[in-house]
């Protein structure tokens, strides 16, 4: 999955929260943030792999410049080989080795520039949505960490009160619940 359409999921459900008062704190399901999250950390990895896919295609480029290159070197000296077998042409044929040589290392190192630059502007653009993807989920933490706070502030001391005694007497308000649910329970209060 796309991780720019995931983070504008979750950049959606935090801004359509249903705020609280005063705070300018937002409620969110916690539940489909979590999903969120987890889908992030799916799609990551797969973001990573095709910059990985990129990086080899570009190396295979590189190879097969180095590859073009290697042949017309041998086409060259092939060339310059004949040259010098003809009488008074030796300094020609030399001269045209060592200018088809030049050409085909300047051909080669254009195409492992060009090359390189591709995948340096492939590998900057994933770098961008990686640090893109992890601001929302700090922001999401953040957002559900300060929620968490103010609801543990939020809580009556006799609500404590009768919790404390509700723990002590082994009841958890007729229902096990995790710290999850607990927290979301405290905000239906």
Same mark, same amino acid.
């Given at each position: ?7 504008? &999921? ?49 190396? &295979?480029?590189?190879?097969?410049? =180095?590859?073009?290159?290697? /042949?017309?070197?041998? /086409? ?22 060592? &200018? ?12 492992? /520039? ?33 929620? &968490? ?30 710290? =999850?649910?607990?927290? /979301? ?5």
């Amino acid at each position: 999955m796309d991780i720019i359409f995931l983070l504008e &999921r979750l950049e959606s459900q935090i801004a359509t929260g249903t705020g609280v008062p005063i705070t300018g704190k937002v409620l969110v399901d916690k539940d489909s943030i979590l999903d969120l999250v987890d889908q992030l950390r799916v799609a990551i990895p797969e973001e990573v792999s095709a910059a990985k896919r990129i990086n080899a295609e570009g190396e &295979r480029i590189i190879e097969k410049a =180095h590859d073009e290159a290697t /042949r017309i070197t041998s /086409r060259a000296q092939e060339q310059a080989a004949f040259l010098i077998g003809e009488r008074g042409l030796t300094e020609a044929a030399q001269a045209e080795g060592r &200018r088809i040589v030049e050409e085909s290392e300047d051909a080669a190192a254009e195409i492992r /520039r060009g090359a390189d630059e591709y995948a340096a502007s492939i590998l900057d653009a994933l770098e961008q949505e990686v640090v893109k993807a992890l601001s929302g989920i700090r922001k999401g933490i953040e957002v559900l960490d300060d929620r &968490r706070a103010d609801l543990t502030e939020a809580e009556p001391d006799d609500d404590r009160d009768e919790d404390d005694e509700d723990t002590s007497n082994g009841s958890r308000g007729g229902a096990d619940m995790d710290e =999850h649910e607990g927290s /979301r329970s405290a905000l239906l209060r």
